[in-house]
């Protein structure tokens, strides 16, 4: 067995040192009756080669997006990720290293994490932030509970724009919490009349811009309705990119932002593992979720980083911790801040452009296809388009010719048959775009 | 060579390292171990001037419109700077070096599990066709990727001897709250969710903090001597408010809870349900079911047990195996058969406890567990749980006539030690953790369970080689006994060799600087 070390004659040696008759009888103290007397009904061990084949055979039954035409998005985006950031990440030091709690043995971890939070700032424009979490979607959830930890209120208001999936999870968990949601309905310019849900029992607004129907909105007027009310504005952003070229959260008055960072990190990877990106104000700091790296000082005097602020974590609190999150997203975050330490301010700004101008030669190609209406009235790299006819049947026959057109809003939620998301990136050609126009057209015909 | 032959062993008189502490070159290098200033500091002073890109973009002249997003667009400066490839490369290749790794030596920290991460694994996770998948496309393209969600949880339902595994949770502990919610909600089905919860004194953090997050106060139970679970203790506290028991089998203490069967009757006599803390399955993978012992709900830690890598703290994923009574109110989305194929059943309708997160679960995490267990298959998994039983007794019985373990007999994965055996040396857990860095090793598990003073809890994992066993032990027995012989600067000032010595957490958490910032600022 390859990744096993010992040989049966280091057994019977090590056995004899520990003085047992067999490894059956380390296991002793567990009951007679449970411990199998064979193997349970799984195949036997494989050689690599055989366990290759398998795999390959799974791989080959899918469809990957580099294979045609893609305009999927909804919360998952493809970019184009630099070589070197995979290469740099399978390092063996950073691969297969713990949690930094040794910190005089983790610098590497810890200082990438340091440069991870201040870019996490610097594109959120918020003071603050953390190591990561699971994905946006619990970053979003964690927001709530937190929101509502440091205003004492039980009250959390959903924007009808916010990505339905993220919605959901917020209501799973803050329901546990004890925490009332109150979700408005899907809208494709919905945060004008989150306002108007405001009261005196609200501990947060969460608004996500751009929203799940790629609608980019300023949400200043929100942060100030909802801080007239002694509420807290939570902001939502399921492509990070996107900060690169629209105002920040921290601009527009934000005082948590949840975002979620995968796609500038890795590949698509069907949805997971992602990068839960968590900021927030300064006053706020010792209410956050997560783990946090800081700087410190050695015993001679050099700059060096630990993790900090422990104290609010479960395995220092236990159950008066600010969450249960005990990982991060550790390599995710590693490889997102390669990326940006590749791409730098210039090359974040460029890539955000030429997203965004892939989207409106998207927009217009759509717009100029008989029957179908661009509903996103301002967008980043995303927009939803009605069809005549329900968008999900049209979507699958595309995919029979290789054509991935993008997400029915059906997936999501019901009620929008025959809407259609679709997000071009840098990836996407202008070839792609008119074949994708071409298609849905004929498709419509 | 046994535990005595070792102690015969002398300190070299001379300390070879002693030139090397005494010489410092001219310009404040370290040979391979270079200083490495900051990205931020890297790029220059003056965020002004961060002009520089390491990528090279395609030109498309619309990008400079933004016309359309009047009002809308960034002005404040992202303040981020940029390498050109050979600088960024050489940055984190720089910063990789000053962090320990499994690919270095053993790396002992209990309960954490740190084995062997096969590259194979890895591989097979970048494969196109399983990595560059969108999650929310037509069901109909990924039925690949489905099948592999759908053998992931037969696998490990038959490993468990649970009917059902929800794949939703990232990681533990939101392994954890999913089985902690399905058990709230089946509670709720019978009208009554229940008010606490009990967790023995050894158990994990995220045991308690994940009981308060579903919303349940927690009660802890003692440990007896023998350092498992206080049954009479259990049953005295075990009253109609009592949602569910969490015990993690084996221990945190390294043993098996012998009466695992009595307390899953006990919980189960009582109305409440059984949650395993699957983060020690590794020890008995492939040779116990806790479905066998009566386990309601368990989440299992691939990272640990199915070897995929902690990549510096994650990601994780942490799936969760369900009894029947549990499992309807599984956490979407759920994998259905339906006609030929699979299918992902997305909608939160129903008596499922709802969504977790968004999308499906850790998918890049599944291809290496998959990976994992195709490479061991049954016969492999079982040598696998037996092997690191092994390794740990085997170093149990190297070190404990001279350190002292709390608990007799023998341990499952992790053996545990306290600090008596410090007693008099002016030498604490925390020294003699930092010493083992100069010898090469990563510290075991410190002060961990807290139901044991100055606890030093070692788990080799069955990917360590005898050889490597016993160059750890020798490291730990020679430590010992510079302990005994009064050489406390050894202990106190350590780590000596390693890239930075004992930092200032205190400072850390008093003045919290969490970015850099520009001096200017």
């Known amino acids: ?27 002793c103290d567990a009951p007679r009756e449970a411990l199998l007397d064979g193997l349970v009904d799984l195949p036997r061990h494989a050689g690599e080669l055989e366990v290759r084949r398998a795999l390959e055979s799974l791989a080959a039954r899918n469809r990957p997006a580099g294979a045609g035409p893609f305009f999927c998005g909804a919360g998952a985006y493809r970019h184009h990720i630099p070589s070197s950031v995979d290469h740099l990440i399978q390092r063996s030091e950073f691969l297969t290293s713990y949690t930094p709690y040794q910190p005089e043995i983790s610098q590497g971890t810890l200082q990438a994490l340091y440069e991870f939070q201040t870019q996490v700032c610097g594109l959120t424009g918020m003071d603050v932030a953390n190591a990561s979490l699971y994905d946006g979607s619990n970053a979003a959830a964690e927001g709530v509970m937190m929101a509502a930890r440091i205003t004492g209120r039980h009250k959390a208001v959903l924007s009808g724009g916010l990505h339905p999936h993220y919605a959901q999870t917020i209501q799973t968990l803050a329901k546990a919490a004890g925490i009332e949601v109150f979700a408005q309905p899907l809208a494709f310019d919905a945060e004008g009349a989150v306002a108007d849900a405001i009261d005196g029992e609200t501990a947060c607004v969460v608004v996500q811009t751009p929203n799940i129907f790629g609608t980019a909105t300023d949400i200043t007027a929100i942060a ?54 968590f900021a927030a104000n300064q006053t706020f700091l010792r209410q956050m979720p997560g783990r946090l790296c800081g700087q410190t000082v050695d015993a001679d005097g050099k700059r060096g980083f630990v993790l900090t602020l422990s104290t609010r974590e479960q395995h220092i609190r236990r159950e008066k911790a600010t969450s249960n999150v005990c990982t ?116 419509l015909s | 060579m046994s535990a005595v032959g070792v102690g015969r062993q002398t300190q070299p008189e001379i300390d070879p390292t002693a030139d090397r502490l005494g010489f410092q070159s001219l310009m404040g290098g370290h040979g391979l171990q270079q200083n490495e200033p900051l990205i931020f500091e890297l790029a220059g002073d003056d965020p002004a001037l961060w002009a520089k890109t390491g990528v090279d973009l395609p030109v498309d002249p619309e990008a400079e419109d933004v016309s359309d997003l009047t009002g809308l667009v960034r002005t404040a400066p992202l303040g981020l700077p940029g390498l050109s490839e050979p600088e960024a490369v050489r940055h984190y290749v720089r910063l990789s070096q000053k962090n320990h790794a499994i690919d270095l030596a053993l790396y002992p920290l209990g309960s954490c599990t740190m084995k062997h991460n096969p590259r194979l694994n890895e591989a097979m996770a970048r494969l196109p066709g399983l990595s560059d998948i969108h999650p929310l496309q037509p069901q109909s393209t990924v039925q690949g990727s489905i099948a592999l969600m759908h053998e992931v949880g037969r696998w490990l339902s038959v490993l468990t001897g649970m009917p059902a595994v929800a794949l939703p949770p990232r990681a533990g502990a939101h392994g954890e709250l999913c089985g902690l919610l ?29 009981a308060a997050l579903a919303g349940y106060g927690v009660v802890e139970v003692a440990q007896t001597v023998d350092g498992r679970v206080d049954i009479k203790d259990l049953a005295s506290k075990l009253d109609p408010e ?20 009595e307390i899953a009757r006990l919980t189960h006599t009582a109305g409440a349900y059984f949650y395993g803390d699957g983060a020690n399955f590794n020890a008995i993978v492939g040779r116990i079911r806790p479905g066998d012992l009566g386990v309601d709900a368990m989440h ?54 709802g969504r977790m997160a968004a999308f499906h679960g ?25 092997d690191a039983v092994l390794n740990a007794n085997y170093v149990k019985a ?11 007999g023998p341990c499952m994965h992790e053996a545990l030690f306290d600090d008596s055996w410090l007693e008099g040396t002016g030498v604490s857990t925390l020294d003699f953790a930092k010493a083992l860095i100069d010898e090469g090793f990563h510290p075991m598990t410190m002060y961990f369970p807290l139901v044991v003073h100055g606890a030093m809890l070692i788990e080799p994992t069955e990917t360590e080689s005898r050889a490597e066993l016993d160059r750890f032990c020798d490291a730990v027995l020679a430590l010992a006994q510079a302990a005994k012989a009064g050489d406390r600067a050894r202990f106190t000032q350590a780590p000596h060799l390693a890239p930075l010595r004992r930092l200032d957490e205190t400072q850390a958490a008093r003045k919290p600087q969490l970015r850099w910032m520009t001096v200017a600022r």
Not at chain 1, 236 to 263: R, Y
Request: charged share 15%; glycine share 10%; with cysteine.
């Open chain 2, 300 to 353: 299992i830690n691939l990272h640990k047990t199915f070897s995929t890598p902690h990549g510096g703290g994650g990601p994780g994923a942490g799936p969760v195996a369900l009894s029947a009574a549990l499992a309807p109110y599984a956490p979407k989305p759920w994998i259905v058969a339906d006609g030929d194929g699979l299918r992902l059943e997305e909608s939160d309708a129903g008596d499922s406890l």
């Open chain 2, 182 to 210: 399905a058990i709230r909600a089946a509670h709720e089905a019978r009208g009554n969710a229940r008010k606490v919860v009990l967790v023995p004194t050894s158990a994990h953090g995220t045991n308690p903090a994940t």
């Open chain 1, 1 to 27: 067995m390859r990744y096993l070390p010992l040989t049966d004659q280091d057994r019977a040696q090590m056995l004899g040192v520990i003085g047992a008759a067999d490894i059956d009888a380390l296991f």
């Open chain 2, 362 to 386: 850790q998918m890049g995490m599944f291809t290496r567990a998959y990976a994992y267990m195709l490479s061991h298959g049954a016969d492999g998994l079982a040598q696998v749980a037996q």
């Open chain 1, 328 to 443: 991060n997203s550790g390599l995710v975050a590693l490889a997102f801040t390669m990326h940006l330490t590749l791409l730098g301010q210039t090359g974040l700004h460029d890539l955000a452009a030429l997203n965004h101008a892939k989207a409106r030669r998207l927009a217009r190609a759509m717009a100029a296809v008989r029957g179908v209406e661009v509903l996103t009235p301002r967008f980043f790299n995303e927009i939803a388009v009605r069809l005549p006819r329900p968008a999900a049947p049209v979507v699958e026959a595309l995919a029979q010719d290789g054509i991935l057109a993008g997400v029915p809003v059906s997936r999501l939620a019901p009620g929008f048959d025959g809407v259609l998301l679709m997000a071009a990136t840098e990836t996407s050609t202008e070839a792609d775009i008119e074949t994708v126009a071409q298609a849905i057209a004929g498709a």
């Open chain 2, 398 to 408: 190297r070190l404990k006539g001279v350190l002292s373990a709390p608990f007799d």
């Open chain 1, 224 to 277: 100030e309705a909802a801080h007239a009310a002694g509420a807290l504005l939570i902001c939502v952003t399921t492509e990070v990119l996107s900060l690169a070229l629209l105002k920040s959260p921290g601009e527009m008055g934000a005082d948590i932002v949840a975002a979620e960072g995968a796609s500038l990190a890795g590949p698509l990877n069907f949805g997971g593992p992602y990068l839960g990106l």
């Open chain 2, 242 to 261: 009592v949602a569910a028991v969490m015990v993690t089998n084996p221990n945190t203490c390294g043993l098996f809870e012998r009466e695992a069967i």
